[in-house]
Structures are given as C-alpha cells and as structure tokens.
C-alpha cells in the first residue's frame, strides 16, 4: 500500500464517521428492497443529499443523509461478486441475532428484548432489513421535506419501509428539555469519543486511530477493520465503517423510582455527606455511570457536580488507576488526568462509564492483549417524549444508538460483553467469584443464565476513612431492545457507483 492511501480521505467518508451531527431533528428509516435493479434507482434519487467527511465550513447543510446496509441489503443489490461474499467477517453476515453475536448481547435471555421482538415483532423486518437511512435537518420542515422526498422514490422504486416502534411509528429524534444533548434518565451525552488520531506510517496505531475505524488499513491498526484483502468485497467495503444502530427503550419510570428508594433508604447511612435526599438521588446517579447527570466525571468532582457549563477537554482528562492519595494537590489541580483511584471508591467499577472505557485501570491482559480498552464511535439520540409525571405512561422513550467502529467483534461485541459480565480487569478489581455487571446497561437476565451478580457495589469511606459500602443488592432492568442491525457505512465512492454515479 503506498504512502498517499494510508490515511483515509474524508471527501470518501461518510460524515457520520468523523463526527457527530449536531443538526437538532433526524430521523432513522429502515428499508427493505424488492430487487437490487431497481434499488439502484432509490439510490440515484438520493445521492445528492448524501453527507460526506468533508469540512462543510460555516454553511451547516440544511438537510442531508447517511446510509447504512446489512449484508443482506449489500448481497441483494448484486454488487460483489458472489464468491467475494464471504470475505466480510461472520460477525456482520450473520448479524445481531446469530448466537455469536448473542453471547455478548445477550438479548435472547430477556423476554422483552428478544431477537423474536424486535422491530415491534415485524418478522419479515427481523429478516429483511437490507438499509437504514440516517436523516437530518437544521429545522423540523428541512427533516420533513427530505424524509418526504425519501419516502416518495422508497415507495416508487419498491422498498418496503418498516417500523421499529409500536403502532408504526418511525424513530425520529427528540430533544429533551431544552438540551439536545440529553438524553432519557437526565445525563448529558455525547462526551467522551475517541479523539480519532491518524497514525499514517509512525507505528502501530492507538484504540483512538482513525484507522481502527475505517476499513482498508489495516495492517496499520489493532481492529485490522475488514475485509481488507484484494477482492470485490474489500474494494466495496474500503473506506466504509460499521454502524451497530440499536435501539433501546429505557424505562425512566423504574430509573426514578430507583433513585428515589436508594436515596430514602441510605440517607441515615450516608448522612455525612451533607446531602438532601434530592442531591443523595443525583449522588446514586452519578455512581451508576460515573459521571454526574450534567456531564461531569466523578473522578473530576467526587463529591458534586462541577459548573453545568463546564464541558471542555478536561471532562475527559482522567484515569483509574494510580491512587489519588499519593498525589499530591497541587500536582493534581495541574494534571487533572492523575486523579485516579484504584479503589472504587469515587468511581465504582461497573459504573457504565468505566465498564464502556476503563481507561488505564489495568486490564485482564492475558485475555484482553495489551492494546488497552476497546474503542467505539457514538452518534446516538433520545427518543420519545420526557417523562414528566411521577408515574409510568406507558410511552415509548429511549435511546436511538449508532456505535461505529471498523471491527465489530473486537469493538461493540467485545464492550457489550464486558456490560453484562464485568470481568475484563485482574482482581482485585473485578471478583473471580462474583461477576458483577454494568450498572446501567447490564442486561439482568442474562445474569441469571450466566451467574453474574446482579448487586451493585459502591465503596464509600466515611469522614475517618472507614469504610461503609453500600450494597445493592439486586439492580432492575432499565432498559429493553427495540431491535439492533449490524450496518456498513459505505465510502461514497462505492454508493456512487450503487447510484450509477460517475
Ligand atoms: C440506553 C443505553 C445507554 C445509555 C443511557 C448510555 C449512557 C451514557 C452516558 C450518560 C455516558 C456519559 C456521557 C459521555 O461520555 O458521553 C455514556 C458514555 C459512554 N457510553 Fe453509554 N449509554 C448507553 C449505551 C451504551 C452502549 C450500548 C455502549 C457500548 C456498546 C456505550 C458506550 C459508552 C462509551 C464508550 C462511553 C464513553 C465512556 C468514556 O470514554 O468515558 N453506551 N453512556
């Protein structure tokens, strides 16, 4: 491979890939196709709007589009040739409900989130899902317009449009308060990504190497994204990078209700503290994803949140590892990055933050290697209306998630693995006897298959360094799976010539 195409072009990429929308309102159509001639022809409709990696300057475009296929929608548009197919890895052939890929989801131990349940039980949806086509706008009319547009050539060129949420509804984005980076249970999202590096020729390249992400460079990368070898599949692929869009309901009703009973029944306990039984709930948030609701990290602020304002680099700026104490605070103010603990005890060790990026807390590198925690591309977005009562309406709400990466196994599966079962660090960290489970994300039922702990520990030391841990003993199920696609982001050079574009 020669020097120039060691780096990927962002002109090739779509732009989902190099960084997050902010356009406030998108909405996520999934699309089946009849036969891949006419296929060709949706495609030709709605290439323009296609958005690349490119800088679009300070003229944000008011409406535009990514688009991601299944290997079923790729095979089925007849543009590889059929020996080449294979080339693509199990993970993404078989897709999300094969047993492989379920031994890390774990969906089928849970009755509400089944592969069998998914796309509100639409089985043809769960087998014919060739395409899921991202769209966005800077006002609501601009959305509309494009998903109208999109709908009208889906319709005449013979796509068949499914749903994902009951009662037929399409996923569109919804913002929440009046902070689009929030989302369901009250946390700002969106913070910590891998800061996409390009490492070109100076090495092995870091989990956060754009080339970890984009397929075709492989042999400069870790996740060695694929296929990257000389056949019609690799030359379809090249440049693209796959998307795990999954769609999570979130049960904000149970979440409330959570922390209002951990913050009554510990508030003797923790009275130390100095915090009301409202600021207590924020407490038990903040330890159940180590970050405080409004974005900041508790290695960062122990004790409250910092500034809402405050989201600059420095919210990322952190590890776990080396022991707080030792360091001393004015070396500390200076380097944010060595407050760290090994302890647990500011930041417990299935806090869902730790558990999706454990940073330098020292992994379990028999198993794990020594390339340090894998890393994934987060563009997701809150569905459905606030919950505003105190009770349960009966609406759907959660999370529309695109997690991309260039290796599905050895990044999104291999993550979601160590949610439901916490045991990628040595111990001390995490037990060998007891296998507990992300706070947030564990999907509790495959704990029952599987013998994780459904307890949630958090190590607390009182004003004399005594510790007084609180165990929880059995965390609920928070969440449930509305449906999952393994996708790829093509290059827009290979959906150029899916359009018949020159
Ligand atoms: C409904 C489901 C989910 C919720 C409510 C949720 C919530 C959050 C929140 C509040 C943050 C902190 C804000 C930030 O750093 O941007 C976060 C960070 C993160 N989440 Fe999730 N998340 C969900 C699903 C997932 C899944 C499925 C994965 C991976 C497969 C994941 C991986 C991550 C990663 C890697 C981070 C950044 C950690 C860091 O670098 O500090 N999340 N999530």
Redesign the pocket.
């Known amino acids: 491979m020669s020097l120039a195409n060691s780096i990927p072009n962002p002109k090739n990429l779509q732009g989902l890939i190099l960084r997050g929308f902010t356009h406030p309102y998108s909405c996520h159509l999934l699309f089946g196709f009849s036969n891949g001639d006419v296929t060709k022809n949706f495609f030709s409709d709605i290439f323009d709007k296609i958005q690349s990696a490119e800088d679009w300057g300070n003229q944000k475009p008011k409406s535009m589009i990514n688009i991601g296929l299944t290997f079923g929608g790729i095979k089925k548009l007849s543009v590889i040739d059929e020996n080449d197919l294979n080339n693509f890895a199990g993970t993404f052939i078989n897709g999300p409900s094969a047993a492989a890929a379920q031994q890390s989801l774990g969906d089928w131990y849970d009755p509400n989130s089944k592969p069998e349940t998914w796309w509100n039980g639409n089985t043809e949806a769960q087998v014919n899902l060739d395409c899921v086509v991202h769209v966005y706008g800077l006002t609501k009319d601009d959305l509309d317009k494009l998903v109208s547009d999109i709908s009208t050539s889906a319709n005449k060129n013979k796509l068949t449009e499914y749903y994902a949420l009951k009662d037929d509804k399409r996923l569109y984005q919804s913002i929440l308060g009046d902070d689009p980076s929030k ?1 369901h ?1 009250g ?6 990504n891998p800061s996409l590096k390009n490492s070109g020729f100076s090495g092995l390249a870091s989990p956060e190497d754009i080339n970890n992400f984009v397929i075709g460079y492989g042999n400069n990368s870790i996740s060695n994204p694929g296929p990257f070898d000389e056949s019609s599949a690799a030359n379809f692929a090249k440049d693209g990078c796959y998307n795990a869009f ?1 769609i ?1 309901h ?1 049960d904000v009703n149970t979440f409330n209700q959570f922390l209002k009973t951990q913050a009554k029944k510990y508030s003797t306990k923790l009275s130390f503290l100095g915090l009301n039984e409202t600021e207590l709930e924020e407490w038990f948030a903040a330890k159940l ?1 180590g ?1 405080w609701r409004n ?1 900041s990290p508790i290695m960062l602020n122990p004790n409250k949140p910092s500034d809402s304002n405050e989201r600059n680099i420095k919210a990322e700026n952190f590890g776990f590892e080396e022991l707080t104490k030792q360091i001393p605070e004015d070396v500390l103010k200076k380097f944010p990055s060595k407050a760290s603990e090994s302890s647990g005890s500011i930041c417990p060790f299935s806090a ?2 730790r558990v ?2 454990p940073r330098n807390q020292q992994l379990n590198t028999a198993r794990e290697g020594t390339s340090g925690p894998p890393r ?1 591309l ?1 563009r997701g977005m809150a569905y459905g209306p606030d919950l505003t009562s105190s009770k349960d309406d009966g609406k759907e709400r ?2 529309i ?1 695109l ?1 991309l990466c260039g290796n599905l196994t050895t990044q ?1 599966e291999l ?2 693995g160590w ?1 439901n079962f916490n045991d990628f660090s040595q111990p001390p960290v995490f037990s060998t006897v007891k296998t507990p489970q992300d706070a ?2 564990g999907n509790r039922y495959y704990a029952d298959a599987n013998n994780a702990v459904k307890s949630f520990i958090i190590p607390v030391k009182d004003p004399n360094n005594k510790s007084v841990d609180i165990t929880i003993p059995e965390l609920p199920s928070f ?1 449930a799976i509305r449906g999952t696609a393994y996708c790829l982001l093509p290059s827009i050079s290979t959906l150029a010539k899916i359009a018949g574009k020159k």
């Open positions: 989302i249970f946390y700002v999202d969106g913070i910590s999954r999570f979130q994803c970050r974005g869902h933050t999706a990026n994934i987060r959660g999370l998630g997690f999104f993550l979601y949610m947030l994300l969440l």
